[in-house]
């Protein structure tokens, strides 16, 4: 019996390993499926790619050029695609900029590797090789940058204006690259005794509002409150105001929601209104007594914050009243104006409250917000108030100014700045092309279609802008080869979309942050290196 059993084995491990084409095809259907996302947003790269316009289920319409963006709404099924929206993702946390590029430099590598596995080179052979070319492709770029002082406030504004040079709203970039700038510069703390910044964005809050233009978009050093003010007959402006953030509500106290009360005779009802008369007023005369005349309240889910007999009061004692308050916001408030959120009534005191130069509810066509400006200890934050004529408008906007934002903020943490225009990617491909004639076996195909994947960034350039691709990508590659073999450091050689040639970009003022090439070359890397180790796709069973 036991020959027997074998033989079965034998037979059943033969039966698994007879389809040796299977692991070829999946490997091919994840390479066509991702080079197909990457393909659909590459014609949104550099200042003259196109926009996209998405449509949503609910018939929301967004204009957008931003690949993070474009991959976040679209509706893709392949889960080799989904690496790819998940790469554009990752690369707007690490970097905020560059995610149309690194998504296309990932869809040339995909690409390549297609063509090296044809070849009859083993998958895992290609990964290494790769990772071998990005290590010198890192090292080339990191030679061509130039640090940069975070006080050279010029520096800044060239990488944020490279930023928003690519974005629906770049004719604005005049006024929204100061705006970055200064927002990063007053929120940035120097890092003790290291190089660069720390940047926490979330101390920047983007406030959008449609009316206006978009050169209207301002930044305030303060806090921006896109509420109205509560009050009836009471103050729309306050100086030397005193504001106390609360916790609790100034409304009648209610049940649990599976209680009710019962009552059944007007003694009772009355009895009932009084008390709740009284209870509002005891609330409303502490406010008075701690000398509180700006009055903020977080957004309450079980009753109202505020109710009409409270409002009545509030505004007999010139009290400016702000009601819903998000919860998300509280942190960013109490940040900005230097104060602790109070909890209770009994906590209501005037040492809770803080101390603030200007108050005033700014009244707009399209609608009403508050403005609060001179806290007297705030904290490192800064509120933009984004304007656009539409919602559409102001949306892409707000996304370009995060892109700005993210720039310089890449320029804060890693002190560096790198020619743009493919400039980068243009240098290392020529880098690559002289180290593949040396290198032995494999690692020079690998290398050698590293560098030719890198070349998809200036030719996508140039073919977004209406050049010829081909002749562009040459004379860039004859540019960057003579400067490598004459032993010099990398050039800043690199497409000039505006006057249709290839241009030094250094003279051009086309700076880009290095973190984000450096970023955008080691994210796509790693994700075509997991993409090719894949042999097969499991499906489980529930």
């Known amino acids: 019996m036991a020959p027997k059993a074998g033989g079965d084995a034998a037979k059943v491990n033969s039966a698994v390993y007879k389809d040796k084409s299977k692991p070829t095809d999946i490997r091919l259907s994840n390479i066509n499926a991702a080079k197909a996302v990457s393909d659909a947003i590459r014609t949104s790269l550099g200042p003259r790619g196109m926009d996209k316009m998405i449509q949503a289920a609910n018939g929301e319409v967004t204009i957008t050029n931003d690949g993070a ?105 005049t006024i929204l690259a100061p705006i970055a700038v200064q927002a990063i510069r007053s929120v940035m703390e120097p890092i003790p005794g290291g190089i660069g910044a720390r940047v926490d964005l979330r101390d920047v809050k983007v406030i959008e509002r449609v009316g206006g233009t978009v050169e209207d978009t301002e930044l305030v050093q303060g806090l921006v409150i896109p509420n109205r003010a509560s009050n009836v007959n009471g103050p729309h402006r306050i100086e030397k105001a005193k504001v106390g953030l609360i916790q609790f509500c100034i409304s009648p106290p209610k049940t649990d929601m599976d209680h009710n009360v019962i009552v059944s005779d007007y003694a009772a009802m009355d009895r009932v209104l009084k008390e709740e008369r009284q209870y509002i007023l005891n609330i409303v005369k502490q406010i008075k007594k701690a000398g509180c005349n700006v009055l903020l309240i977080q957004k309450s889910i079980l009753r109202d914050a505020l109710s009409d007999l409270a409002i009545h009061f509030l505004d007999k004692i010139k009290c400016m009243v702000i009601k819903d308050i998000e919860r998300e916001d509280i942190e960013f408030v109490c940040k900005t104006l230097g104060c602790r959120p109070i909890a209770s009534l009994d906590h209501f005191t005037a040492e809770n409250l803080v101390n603030v130069e200007m108050v005033e509810e700014i009244n707009e066509p399209t609608g009403k917000y508050v403005k609060m400006t001179g806290a007297a200890n705030s904290g490192r934050t800064v509120s933009v108030l984004v304007r656009g004529t539409s919602q559409a408008v102001v949306a892409e906007a707000a996304r370009s100014l995060h892109d700005a934002l993210c720039a310089v903020r890449c320029v804060a943490r890693r002190p560096a700045l790198l020619p743009g225009g493919g400039a980068p990617e243009a240098a290392a491909a020529a880098a690559l092309t002289q180290a593949a004639i040396t290198a032995p076996g494999a690692d020079h195909y690998c290398l050698r279609a590293y560098a030719d994947a890198l070349e998809v960034i200036p030719s996508t350039l140039a073919e977004n802008a209406g050049l010829n691709p081909i002749e562009t990508v040459t004379e860039l590659h004859v540019a960057h080869v003579v400067d490598v073999d004459l032993g010099g450091a990398p050039g800043s050689a690199g497409v000039n979309v505006r006057r249709g040639r290839v241009t030094d970009m250094r003279d051009e003022h086309v700076l880009q942050p290095l973190h984000v090439t450096a970023s955008a070359l080691a994210l796509a890397t790693e994700t075509v290196r997991a993409i090719l180790k894949i042999d097969d796709i499991v499906n489980t069973l529930n």
């Not at 991959?71 to 560059?98: T, Y």
């Not at 995909?110 to 071998?132: A, N, R, Y």
């Not at 130039?146 to 770049?170: C, G, I, M, R």
Request: charge should be negative; glycine fraction near 4%.
């Open 69 to 173: 963006t474009i991959l976040k709404q679209m509706n893709v099924i392949h889960p080799a695609a989904k690496m790819l929206v998940e790469l554009s993702r990752a690369q707007d946390i690490e970097a905020g900029d560059g995610t149309t590029s690194v998504v296309v430099i990932a869809g040339a590598l995909l690409d390549v590797s297609e063509k090296l596995l044809q070849k009859g080179i083993h998958p895992t052979v290609i990964s290494d090789g790769f990772q071998k070319a990005l290590q010198l492709a890192l090292q080339v770029i990191e030679n061509m940058s130039t640090p940069v002082d975070l006080n050279n406030e010029e520096a800044l504004l060239q990488a944020a204006a490279t930023s928003l040079n690519s974005k629906v709203v770049s004719q604005h970039s």
